[in-house]
């Protein structure tokens, strides 16, 4: 689940089965930077800060006096669960920060914590791996609109229109080379067919050979013309459980078959990363990670096994298993458990997907919503949200080098208190930012939990993690950087926004965020970060909001150019953005709002055309079929760079087919005019 900016609650959402609440909470005000000063300033200092527990009472008579939570508990036929959610909330678990520090002070990375896996091993290979038969953490989401929601809010702050974009690009479209449904109805494979609940959590891995697809629980890995297949789309593997990957590791990643997983392919070793959360407890542990406190010493986790990583072993080849279903309704809730989370790593031990994998685990005190892992030259970086209930978030990084090498590794963390969303720079192409460049962090600013809907910056922080004395592991940040005035669209995530036809029903657009990636790439001195996220227009619809900054020799962060692409008054939202070898700026996007169902488009533009605008027609990859019944829309959609020619832009978003009351994803391949 995500921050949302009201008292939202819901109960065994998509992904989750956990109870949430949310509140607000003031947020510090960062040190301002414009264009013009951001040059060899010093670097921010911070003083202590206290965390200490306290009980949840508050929380649990607010959710005891909540009819609403209730009455949604007992139409799932969850009353037994319900109670059990309230007893979790009662505990002294829930954490709560105390600090003497005025509301003035700057965004601040709390606490630093060192993990040492607490284990890891070498797989079988994926081929070979039969499905996983671990408990499921996707559960059917109880979102129901009311039959006549109301109308979000669509206003646009005053100096939003003079960088809107409201007519489409003359130049040509990119070249569309593949376009296949990937995960979802209609999908069948050597393993079966699976039903995939809302809303998707869409991620994408593209290597010289294959297409790696994950979406909530399930995984698939399709063929990609070239030297080892003849064409593009094939399923080669799958859909299995996405903890397949991790089974014959043991504990909570081969036990759980957790939501929220994300692919990546690392184009600088050639290895595939699969990243996993695990939402629900453990049991308890003598060498459980605490949250810390600022100005303690680094804090250790205790390996696992004391013989890890152990040999690779091939993972196994699941049999054919038609309609797997999600965990069915009404599951009986488990004993709750006082034990840490966990965020369980595999790493592949060559490009085939199909091969072998380092598997690793570290325990987590916080809990690890919605990572969104990162390739970086000196770590995997893994930002994760701790709670609806607080805005915070934990940023990580694991240690690449070794994880590579299947060697024990650790993995380093930092409290962010205060922060929104938060998104690393996720490095596209062989090219390197300098020898110890630290990697760059972003955020929209506003604050949804305290109805700050509008902002005018960007706020940037610098994490500088270092592995031989982790004492020195700083983030730095953050800065504010000048943009456009915006509005989230439909005043951000979990609302009722874009219309579709034939139903009441509006998808939500998570328009409170910037959204996955955050994409770095060099080329030549010329270093890039680009980031998107979804906004109100002059018109009335929502649009995409994309920058491109430049990150200077003093490793200063500064606006390039910017655009909101809203050529009509539709709605086009939750993007991905991606760069290619060229610096030709690629943007993958859901389109929709009446008479149009959701569907998936592309726009870009080339690295050399008029600042502020995608210059290429929109493509159209596939046009929505059929309304979908619930809110939540995709969680995210994603892009990813081609190794091959590193020119391809591949894309995946979602849509529903004519007739069908669930969705499809669309896996598409671009590249942009000119780029071989």
Sequence with gaps: MREAGFAQKYLNTENNGRLHWERGRRRPQPKVKTYSSLVGNAQDSYSPSLWARAPALPVLAALISSSQVLNKAREAGRIIAFTLALIIAASPSVLFRLSSSATTEPIRAETLLINRDTNHDISPTLRSLIQSDGEEMEVAPVQKPSASPTPPDMTSPAGAKPVEQTAQ????????????DGLGVGLKGPQGTAVLRNPSDNSLAVGRDHIFQIVNTRMAIFSKQGKQFKTTGEVVYGPVRTNTIFKGFGGACENTNNGDAVVRYDQLADRWLVVMPTFRRGPPRPDQPKPGRDGEPAQLSVPGKTDQPGSATPLFVPTPEFAQPPQPRGQPTPTPLAGPYSMCYAVSTSADPLGSY??????????????????????YYIPTS?????????????????MLRGETAREQCVIIDGANFLNNADLDGHSLPPKGAPNIMMAAGGTQLKKILEDDSILVWKFHVNWENPAN????????????PYHYLCGGQLTNCVPQPGTNTRLDAQGDKIVARLVYRRIGKRESVVAVHSVNTSTGGGG????????????????????????????????????????????????????????QRFAGRLAKDPLGKLTLKENVLVEGGAPQSVMRWEDYTQTAVDPSDDCTIWYVGDYLKKGETNYTSRISGLRMPGCR
């Excluded at 003359?170 to 376009?179: F, L």
């Excluded at 598997?359 to 000196?378: H, S, T």
């Excluded at 909101?564 to 610096?583: E, K, V």
Aim: charged share 25%; hydrophobic share 35%.
């Design 169 to 180: 690009g003359n130049r040509p479209s990119a070249a569309i080379v593949a376009n296949f």
């Design 473 to 484: 592991t700083k983030v730095f940040g953050p800065d504010k950087i000048k943009v456009a």
């Design 544 to 599: 995409v909001r994309w920058y491109e900054f430049r990150v200077e020799k003093s490793r200063d962060v500064v606006l390039y150019q910017q655009g909101t692409y809203a050529p009509d008054n539709f709605y086009r939202w939750m993007a991905s953005p991606a760069i290619d070898r060229q610096g030709n700026i690629g943007i993958g996007y859901s389109f929709g709002g009446s008479p149009n169902f959701a569907g």
């Design 358 to 379: 380092y598997r690793y685990e570290f325990l987590r005190a916080l809990f690890p919503d919605y990572p969104r892992p990162a390739v970086w030259p000196d770590g």
């Design 386 to 402: 701790t709670g609806d209930e607080v805005i915070q978030k934990h940023a990580c990084v694991a240690e690449r080098e070794k």
